[in-house]
């Protein structure tokens, strides 16, 4: 089985920043994409950032300029440095990973557990 565990909850005000750093563990053979996703009050979750295995990134318009997204492959961890953060920030952000483990051929998605980031003054 796989974990993936986020931290860096947090109440931050607008124009402030916040490190997500999300880590992977368990039966990791190896990991393909990773990214970050997140889901407003009542709204769908959506796309974040995403990072191939290469380093090759992909940002939602929203947060482009604003949001950095990177990979430390030898630690399975992926961090997403938020900047400049604005109230409609606020959501709960899920880190996601594609990852092949030794009892299951092929990429299976995996979901963090959520954490919720708050941009209010």
Known sequence: QVQLVASGVGLVQPGGSLRLPCAASGSIVSINNMAWYRQAPGKRRVL????T????????DSVKGRFTISRENAKNTVILQMNSLKPEDTAVYYCNADVWTTSRLGYS????QGTQVTVSS
């Not at 380093?55 to 939602?60: K, P």
């Not at 998605?109 to 963090?112: E, L, N, T, V």
């Open 53 to 60: 295995s290469g380093g090759n990134t992909d940002y939602a």
């Open 48 to 51: 974040v950032a995403r990072i």
């Open 109 to 112: 998605a995996y979901w963090g």
